[in-house]
């Protein structure tokens, strides 16, 4: 148990923790504007066709209005984008919570459950509970150690739970099943079709998928630099199946980005802008003064420049 406590609340960078709220809220307000709106049209569907699911039974919530999504629309909005600056993180964190959650709820309350969510779900319910945490802030915190496992090992269940489903519905024969043929035939792009010559290649590739996600856990295993490829590998993954299929998990894959380094990343980046603003302004400078940029040519430097 002491060995289980030491790993779930290993201490990690509070920086770490602030980076991923940035990117969270960061994608709360794209995912609400662009990608997954049908929260907002299902404001004016008919009560009829609501059915609550078990989150709406236990706390008996209301049919969709179109007030009702216009607030939860547009309240995300804003407490994500106050959230992003870091300030009252409890408080505007849990604010975007409950606000996602609920507009999440509106959208599958009238068809479709999709199952990328869930992982995202205890991003935005337990990153608040770090409390302040800023961008430079490199001290190490069980709070925010915590807080990134739950995230690592809900992004990791949604590969592993993913076979699971596979096996109990479609059992070992899911592998050996047309499950990928008839999705590229559905919905396959140019850079997909020509596979449906080579019918062998979507066979084996449902083979290796379920390797790949039963094998999820792994991750847990291997050292920082291999655990860095392997987020790498399902990206590419994932990047592949969106250019065959345009199926793309974007939450999930927002909270895979807890597997890495995101402070060291956010440091290179800053050093990076820090070197472009110096060389603006001693360009700026130069020009102010009448010097010519470095490299620029002289008149007797210049072809021909003192013949006579």
Not at 20 to 38: E, I, K, M, P, Q
């Amino acid at each position: 148990m002491t060995r289980l406590r030491d790993w779930l609340f290993a201490p990690m960078p509070l920086a770490r923790v602030a980076v991923l709220r940035v990117l969270v809220f960061a994608f709360v307000v794209v995912d609400v504007l662009l990608l997954h709106t049908s929260g907002w049209y299902h404001g004016e569907a008919d009560p009829v066709w609501y059915e609550p699911l078990v989150m709406g039974q236990v706390l008996h919530l209301p049919p969709a209005s179109v007030l009702l999504v216009e607030v939860l629309k547009w309240g995300c909005v804003g407490a994500a984008l106050l959230a992003m600056t870091g300030r009252a993180p409890r408080l505007l964190g849990w604010t975007v919570a409950v606000g996602w959650i609920w507009y999440q709820y509106v959208a599958f309350s009238y068809g479709k459950v999709d199952h990328d969510r869930a992982d995202f779900v205890v991003a935005l319910a337990l990153l608040p509970t770090v409390g302040i945490a800023h961008l430079s802030d490199r001290r190490l915190s069980e709070a925010a150690g915590f807080a990134l496992r739950a995230v690592q090992m809900a992004a990791v269940a949604t590969y592993f739970l993913s076979a699971w489903a596979k096996l109990r519905f479609g059992g070992l024969e899911w592998v050996n099943s047309a499950t990928m043929v008839r999705a590229v035939v559905r919905r396959g792009t140019p850079w997909a079709q020509w596979l449906l010559e080579i019918p062998w290649t979507l066979h084996w590739f449902q083979w290796v998928l379920m390797a790949a996600e039963i094998t999820a856990p792994v991750i847990f295993l291997l050292s920082e630099k291999w655990r860095r490829r392997a987020v790498a590998a399902w990206f590419a993954f994932h990047a592949m199946t969106y250019a065959a299929i345009t199926i793309a998990f974007w939450p999930h894959l927002v909270m895979m980005l807890a597997f890495l380094p995101l402070e060291e990343y956010a440091d290179r980046l800053r050093a990076w802008w820090s070197r472009t603003r110096v060389g603006e302004r001693v360009a700026d400078r130069r020009l102010s003064s009448g010097a010519e940029p470095p490299g620029a040519s002289t008149p007797a430097s210049r072809p021909g420049a003192g013949a006579g």
